[in-house]
């Protein structure tokens, strides 16, 4: 049997390899992010807090920890997109692969095993963090008390939707600044976290709520808000992309 049989099949050795670097781009992505959650969120919690001993830091408020969450993210997706931007095109998230297969930027087959490996990825880098660090894991994507599931679903999807039209627009779109496309797509994600951390926990990636989802035995009754509105925010963020090609 040959690939040339099946069109979609015949770049599958190197969307093995493209694959694998994008489980490695996560990883190091989440990883970096969250361990960066991990430790604001510390901060602010008593039991971490006593377990700390004297040398206890100040607590943080929250705004400082909502800061420090914003940064972490938002830092660790340009510093992990630019190291991988050139090779796989630094995506780690399924819904900005779906947008770019719905674009037609990626095959179906690449966005699958894309999808497979970014959310194997952020399994392991919860896990890694989790190993790595003192007390429960504090990382997972929850809604506000007041923030309804419909409010968290729409939250989710426009900030999502800003994600993936700034992966399209700068990345996907080639022009003379798209090497510097990992500021503007890590500048995008820090200002989703500004605006929506406090009231969905601002997944903007269904990978990010899942790895630590999984790795804490799914102890949100609304995991699915992080399914169903980033999935929306690919769908909207492409069809205004579309829009703007036309």
């Not at 994008?22 to 377990?51: K, M, Y």
């Not at 993210?73 to 090779?87: K, Y």
């Not at 790795?215 to 579309?242: K, Q």
Request: a neutral charge; charged letters at 10%; glycine letters at 10%.
């Amino acid at each position: 049997m040959h690939f040339q049989t099946f069109p979609h099949f015949s770049t599958l050795r190197n969307d093995f390899h493209a694959s694998f670097l994008e489980f490695v781009g996560t990883f190091v992505f989440l990883l970096l992010g969250l361990g960066g959650i991990q430790a604001a969120q510390s901060l602010s919690d008593p039991d971490a807090s006593a377990a700390i001993g004297e040398n206890l830091p100040p607590m943080a408020s929250d705004t400082q920890r909502y800061l420090y969450i914003s940064t972490s993210m938002g830092f660790s997706l340009l510093v992990s997109a630019w190291l991988f931007f050139r090779i796989t095109g630094g995506l780690f998230n399924p819904n900005v692969s779906l947008s770019l297969m719905l674009v037609g930027t990626i095959r179906p087959v690449r966005c699958a095993m894309y999808c497979i490996a970014q959310l194997a990825g952020a399994i392991a880098a919860a896990a890694v963090v989790r190993g790595l660090t003192e007390g429960r894991l504090m990382v997972n994507t929850a809604l506000a008390p007041r923030t309804s599931p419909v409010q968290g679903v729409f939250i989710e999807m426009f900030i999502t939707a800003a994600l993936v039209v700034s992966v399209l627009m700068l990345a996907a779109e080639k022009h003379q600044a798209t090497p510097f496309a990992p500021i503007g797509i890590g500048l995008t994600l820090f200002s989703g976290h500004l605006f929506a951390v406090y009231y969905t926990g601002a997944a903007m990636n269904t990978a990010r709520s899942f790895g630590p989802a999984v790795v804490t035995g799914f102890p949100d009754s609304h995991h699915w808000v992080y399914w169903l509105g980033p999935f929306l925010g690919s769908l909207l963020g492409s069809a205004f992309y579309g829009l703007l090609k036309q």
